[in-house]
Nanobody, 121 residues
């Protein structure tokens, strides 16, 4: 079984920064694409940023130039550095990963439990 555990959310003033972490635990052969999503109250969950197994990255337009996604494969961890935060970034942030399991190499999509980011004006 594979679990994703997020940390780093909290309350920050507009213009501030936060760094989210997401560590994968369990029986994992390898992690492919990992990503961060967010869901604001009353809205659907939306993609924020993704990073592939070869560390290629992609961002949605509202966060380009402000957020940076990175990963440490030795720790099975993905990070989201968020700078110049604005109130519109307020949401629950979820980590997502495609895990390759040992043995037959099955693919498993895993979600974290979410961490709340609140940006005050």
């Amino acid at each position: 079984q594979v679990q994703l555990v997020e940390s780093g959310g909290g309350l920050v003033q507009a213009g501030g920064s936060l760094r989210l972490s997401c560590a994968a635990a369990g029986s994992i052969f390898r992690l492919n694409t990992m990503g961060w999503y967010r869901q604001a109250p009353g809205n659907q969950r939306e993609l924020v940023a993704v990073i592939t197994g070869t560390s290629s990255t992609n961002y949605v337009d509202p966060v380009k130039g402000r957020f940076t996604i990175s990963r440490d494969n030795t720790k099975n961890t993905v990070y989201l550095q968020m700078n110049s935060l604005i109130p519109e970034d307020t949401a629950v942030y979820y980590c997502n990963a495609e895990a390759i399991l040992p043995g037959f190499g099955s693919h498993l999509e895993v979600w974290g439990q979410g961490t709340l980011v609140t940006v005050s004006s």
